[in-house]
């Protein structure tokens, strides 16, 4: 059988230049996917935030709609009573 073993191409120096260089890239991107994640997270709770305070406003506009119908109604009601007596 012949021998299969194929001779290096890069010298182990090479080698561990490029494994460092692929690490330090994988650093770099592991960096900017924390940053995207924090960036996102932070977007998130923002965003909960503000569908709390919208809750909270719900109640009241409610009351401020109920308040101004019961008004016009109020209003309507009394034209036609003043109108009939007259």
Do not use: C, H, W
Not at 19 to 36: K, V
Not at 52 to 59: D, E, G, Q
Request: charged share 20%; hydrophobic share 45%.
């Amino acid at each position: 059988m012949a021998d299969t073993a194929k001779t290096p191409q890069r010298s182990p120096d090479q080698i561990a230049a490029d494994i460092a260089g692929e690490r330090a890239q994988l650093g770099t991107a592991f960096d900017t996917l924390r940053g995207d994640a924090t960036a996102a997270a932070e977007s998130d709770n923002q965003t909960i935030a503000a569908g709390r305070r919208a809750l909270l406003l719900v109640p009241a506009l409610a009351v401020a709609v109920a308040a101004t119908a019961g008004g016009l109604v109020a209003g309507l009601r009394a034209l036609n009573s003043k109108r009939s007596r007259d």
